[in-house]
């Protein structure tokens, strides 16, 4: 028998109780009425002090000192206690695999679907969210000045859009911007840096990259990027909750960060359907190779920390350098002589390809 | 009741408030939770958060019987899962939608949305209230936060727009209101309401306090900018180049953390009056209470929690929720009585927990 307190759970009057275990019941009388409480169903909150015996779903309370119910209760005691562990242990097993569910959700599911969905994206949808992109960039992207060398690399850019099968104009742009890289967005905009610009030595790198990125507009891989962002960003919400708003900054960033990261498969399907566009004009796709292979060799000297961010989003460049080079063919130079110059003069200011330390915004 | 009626003080008890057994078990639930939720990606964060809250209840005792706290992982996850449906979801698509249209048109969208959100901070405040009283109980008898979670989120966004309005004077103010809506609004079983009395709270002087806070902020932020404009102007004539404004940037972080400490030991003193004013507005029965914070002793628990926090990338956040109801439960005093004994049982509450889960009527039944 041991002293206990139960509470009935309608009002906040205690009663002093006597407890006695029969087998494993717990028997005692309070208010008049004798209960009978199995210990195997009972949830046993047991603090150091006192122990505190429920019902589930049951208001009522009994509450024992727990030097006296340990002495009491002893070995059926702990087995209870042990029995309602239990249930944690299957609880964060079914939360581990919801967990493995999430993953394969974000890294398989998602970009499964992306891409048919953009394919299945009507062009004048695209072309609405690129021009609101572009409005949005165009606030830390200046376009550089030389009207001559932009007036160039426009119509480098339709000639390719007409080759290329897409519904979009191919509007080519240089910009100041402090990182070396070029870029598509939705509906057919393609920017140029005007470091990555210095950092191309002949008139075919620069045509290599732009048909590149063409590649990448006609092939939907922009508006895939897109969809992808809006699906890790709903993953996101649901994994770290929507009041915290990573998911809805996950989709901003998508809009407002340039560099919408494609898979490695995308980047070699633009590489190779950049080189046929080269090809099905006429000109020369031997640019790419060289590019590549400068980039890799930039990547560890000086300037690592300016083309590392290049490097990132366009992985295995000595690979896919080789593999550029096992297909290019000769051919004739996008630029002439003369628009080659005003195109290296076009940004106002061009920024050193030396070995200057610049500072990179994270993506 | 009509025996207590007339003789309310005979039963009456003094309210005693302490914490028992603390603290010491919260170091290797921390660590554990912390490693479920890596396990997780982070979804066992509901249950870990029940877990931490049954045991700073149950280690709290008024007058010789520790508080129970009976919610569930389960419910919070739940509410979560309604509240991302409801809120999380539309919110998420609007955002996407206004990324298709012009600037313009997506501002006018998007405004409205960041209006709205400040209304559901007010709204989910008072859900996560209403869930934790009804998930608490002493005595076996639950607590239970009558009142509109609509009203709340309403004055929840009047107060924001007026202290931005007035540079922030107004808050002080807005918080005892607010402290209001939500203790005059709490009952402990169904016929036990707590009382807020503006006229203590009001003694208990915030504004000199705020005073000291707001004009010693305003004089720190503008020597901070006035140290960065000077150093932008010496730096201007010597190099234009990034390396300079990368250099700006990183100084200008140093100062704000060098700042941070100091804004809040400026606001130190504010926060433990604000503190003190609403506890003593609180009545329970004929009790009253006391809360004896001193602003040294806060600023120094605040401090430490967030470096505890920072330090630890967030692992030890239970350990430091524990201490910090340590701090406050150690320093809470009552006088008068009330009368504890003959409290009725109140309703259940709501089902699920904290997620927005009333939003929009949609209260479960």
Same mark, same amino acid.
């Given at each position: 028998?041991?002293?206990?307190?139960?509470?009935?759970?309608?009002?906040?009057?205690?009663?002093?109780? *006597?407890?006695?275990?029969?087998?494993?019941?717990?028997?005692?009388?309070?208010?008049?009425?004798?209960?009978?409480?199995?210990?195997?169903?009972?949830?046993? *909150?047991? %603090?150091?002090?006192?122990?505190?015996?429920?019902?589930?779903?049951?208001?009522?309370?009994?509450?024992? *000192?727990?030097?006296?119910?340990?002495?009491?209760?002893?070995?059926?005691?702990?087995?209870?206690?042990?029995?309602?562990?239990?249930?944690?242990?299957?609880?964060?097993?079914?939360?581990?695999? %919801?967990?493995?569910?999430?993953?394969?959700?974000?890294?398989?599911?998602?970009?499964?679907?992306?891409?048919?969905?953009?394919?299945?994206?009507?062009?004048?949808?695209?072309?609405?969210?690129?021009?609101?992109?572009?409005?949005?960039?165009?606030?830390?992207?200046?376009?550089?000045?030389?009207?001559?060398?932009? %007036?160039?690399?426009?119509?480098?850019?339709?000639?390719?859009?007409?080759?290329?099968?897409?519904?979009? *104009?191919?509007?080519?742009?240089?910009?100041?911007?402090?990182?070396?890289?070029?870029?598509?967005?939705?509906?057919?905009?393609?920017?140029?840096?005007?470091?990555?610009?210095?950092?191309?030595?002949?008139?075919?790198?620069?045509?290599?990259?732009?048909?590149?990125?063409?590649?990448?507009?006609?092939?939907?891989?922009?508006?895939?990027?897109?969809?992808?962002?809006?699906?890790?960003?709903?993953?996101?919400?649901?994994?770290?909750?929507?009041?915290?708003?990573?998911?809805?900054?996950?989709?901003?960033?998508?809009?407002?960060?340039?560099?919408?990261?494609?898979?490695?498969?995308?980047?070699?399907?633009?590489?190779?359907?950049?080189?046929?566009?080269?090809?099905?004009?006429?000109?020369?796709?031997?640019?790419?190779?060289?590019?590549?292979?400068?980039?890799?060799?930039?990547?560890?000297?000086?300037?690592?920390?300016?083309?590392?961010?290049?490097?990132?989003?366009?992985?295995?460049?000595?690979?896919?350098?080789?593999?550029?080079?096992?297909?290019?063919?000769?051919?004739?130079?996008?630029?002439?002589?003369?628009?080659?110059?005003?195109?290296?003069?076009?940004?106002?200011?061009?920024?050193?390809?030396?070995?200057?330390?610049?500072?990179?915004?994270?993506? | 009741?009509?025996?207590?009626?007339?003789?309310?003080?005979?039963? !009456?008890?003094?309210?005693?408030?302490?914490?028992?057994?603390?603290?010491?078990?919260?170091?290797?639930?921390?660590?554990?939770?912390?490693?479920?939720?890596?396990?997780?990606?982070?979804?066992?964060?509901?249950?870990?958060?029940?877990?931490?809250?049954?045991?700073?209840?149950?280690?709290?005792?008024?007058?010789?019987?520790?508080?129970?706290?009976?919610?569930?992982?389960?419910?919070?996850?739940?509410?979560?899962?309604?509240?991302?449906?409801?809120?999380?979801?539309?919110?998420?698509?609007?955002?996407?939608?206004?990324?298709?249209?012009?600037?313009?048109?997506?501002?006018?969208?998007?405004?409205?949305?960041?209006?709205?959100?400040?209304?559901?901070? !007010?709204?989910?405040?008072?859900?996560?209230?209403?869930?934790?009283?009804?998930?608490?109980?002493?005595? !076996?008898?639950?607590?239970?936060?009558?009142?509109?979670?609509?009203?709340?989120?309403?004055?929840?966004?009047?107060?924001?727009?007026?202290?931005?309005?007035?540079?922030?004077?107004?808050?002080?103010?807005?918080?005892?209101?607010?402290?209001?809506?939500?203790?005059?609004?709490?009952?402990?079983?169904?016929?036990?309401?707590?009382?807020?009395?503006?006229?203590?709270?009001?003694?208990?002087?915030?504004?000199?306090?705020?005073?000291?806070?707001?004009?010693?902020?305003?004089?720190?932020?503008?020597?901070?900018?006035?140290?960065?404009?000077?150093?932008?102007?010496?730096?201007?004539?010597?190099?234009?180049?990034?390396?300079?404004?990368?250099?700006?940037?990183?100084?200008?972080?140093?100062?704000?953390?060098?700042?941070?400490?100091?804004?809040?030991?400026?606001?130190?003193?504010?926060?433990?009056?604000?503190?003190?004013?609403?506890?003593?507005?609180?009545?329970?029965?004929?009790?009253?209470?006391?809360?004896?914070?001193?602003?040294?002793?806060?600023?120094?628990?605040?401090?430490?929690?967030?470096?505890?926090?920072?330090?630890?990338?967030?692992?030890?956040?239970?350990?430091?929720?524990?201490?910090?109801?340590?701090?406050?439960?150690?320093?809470?005093?009552?006088?008068?009585?009330?009368?504890?004994?003959?409290?009725?049982?109140?309703?259940?509450?709501?089902?699920?927990?904290?997620?927005?889960?009333?939003?929009?009527?949609?209260?479960?039944?």
């Amino acid at each position: 028998m041991a002293a206990a307190r139960f509470y009935d759970g309608l009002t906040s009057q205690p009663w002093p109780i *006597d407890v006695v275990l029969a087998g494993d019941v717990l028997v005692f009388e309070a208010e008049g009425v004798t209960r009978r409480w199995p210990l195997g169903g009972l949830t046993i *909150d047991a %603090a150091g002090g006192v122990v505190r015996l429920s019902r589930s779903g049951d208001d009522e309370r009994l509450l024992i *000192d727990g030097a006296v119910w340990r002495a009491f209760a002893g070995a059926q005691g702990r087995a209870a206690e042990k029995r309602s562990r239990f249930g944690e242990w299957k609880l964060v097993a079914g939360l581990a695999v %919801a967990g493995v569910l999430l993953t394969l959700l974000v890294f398989v599911g998602v970009p499964a679907v992306s891409g048919p969905l953009a394919r299945m994206t009507p062009p004048a949808f695209e072309r609405r969210i690129g021009e609101n992109f572009e409005a949005q960039l165009s606030v830390g992207l200046k376009p550089c000045g030389g009207r001559e060398g932009q %007036a160039a690399l426009a119509a480098f850019g339709r000639r390719l859009g007409r080759a290329a099968q897409t519904p979009f *104009d191919i509007r080519v742009r240089a910009v100041e911007a402090p990182i070396t890289n070029a870029f598509a967005l939705p509906g057919g905009a393609v920017m140029v840096t005007d470091d990555l610009i210095g950092l191309t030595q002949t008139p075919d790198e620069l045509a290599a990259v732009i048909a590149h990125e063409t590649a990448h507009v006609e092939k939907r891989h922009v508006m895939q990027a897109v969809w992808r962002s809006l699906g890790l960003g709903l993953v996101l919400d649901a994994v770290v909750g929507g009041g915290s708003g990573a998911g809805q900054q996950a989709v901003l960033l998508a809009g407002s960060f340039t560099d919408l990261r494609f898979s490695r498969q995308a980047e070699a399907q633009a590489d190779s359907r950049g080189m046929e566009l080269l090809q099905a004009q006429g000109l020369s796709s031997k640019g790419m190779a060289p590019f590549f292979e400068r980039l890799a060799a930039k990547g560890e000297g000086a300037e690592a920390r300016a083309v590392k961010e290049l490097i990132s989003s366009h992985p295995d460049t000595i690979a896919r350098a080789r593999v550029s080079r096992l297909h290019a063919r000769p051919g004739a130079s996008a630029f002439s002589p003369r628009e080659w110059a005003a195109i290296k003069a076009a940004c106002a200011t061009p920024r050193s390809t030396g070995g200057s330390l610049r500072w990179i915004p994270a993506s | 009741m009509s025996v207590t009626e007339t003789t309310p003080l005979a039963r !009456g008890e003094t309210l005693k408030l302490e914490q028992r057994e603390m603290t010491k078990g919260f170091l290797g639930l921390s660590l554990k939770n912390g490693l479920l939720n890596i396990i997780t990606l982070t979804l066992y964060r509901f249950w870990g958060k029940t877990e931490v809250r049954r045991r700073v209840w149950r280690a709290t005792y008024l007058n010789d019987e520790p508080f129970e706290y009976t919610g569930r992982g389960g419910e919070l996850f739940k509410g979560f899962l309604f509240a991302l449906l409801i809120v999380g979801l539309p919110f998420l698509l609007v955002v996407f939608a206004a990324q298709m249209m012009g600037p313009m048109l997506g501002a006018l969208i998007i405004l409205p949305l960041y209006i709205f959100m400040f209304f559901l901070v !007010g709204f989910g405040m008072f859900t996560a209230f209403r869930y934790m009283a009804s998930r608490t109980t002493w005595r !076996g008898i639950r607590f239970r936060l009558e009142g509109s979670a609509v009203d709340y989120g309403l004055r929840f966004i009047a107060c924001a727009v007026i202290s931005g309005l007035t540079l922030g004077w107004f808050w002080p103010t807005a918080r005892r209101k607010l402290a209001k809506r939500i203790w005059m609004n709490l009952r402990f079983g169904g016929d036990l309401p707590f009382r807020f009395d503006e006229a203590a709270c009001r003694k208990e002087k915030v504004y000199g306090a705020f005073t000291l806070a707001w004009v010693g902020s305003f004089v720190a932020y503008v020597l901070i900018a006035g140290v960065a404009v000077v150093m932008g102007l010496a730096t201007k004539d010597a190099a234009p180049s990034e390396e300079a404004s990368l250099g700006m940037i990183a100084i200008i972080y140093l100062l704000m953390l060098i700042l941070m400490p100091f804004l809040l030991l400026l606001y130190a003193p504010y926060q433990a009056a604000i503190l003190r004013s609403v506890a003593a507005g609180i009545v329970l029965g004929d009790a009253r209470f006391k809360l004896n914070v001193r602003w040294l002793e806060l600023f120094w628990l605040t401090l430490t929690n967030i470096l505890l926090i920072v330090v630890t990338l967030g692992f030890l956040t239970p350990y430091v929720e524990a201490r910090t109801a340590r701090f406050l439960v150690d320093r809470i005093s009552s006088e008068g009585q009330a009368d504890l004994v003959s409290v009725r049982q109140a309703e259940r509450g709501p089902r699920t927990g904290e997620g927005l889960a009333d939003a929009f009527g949609l209260a479960p039944i």
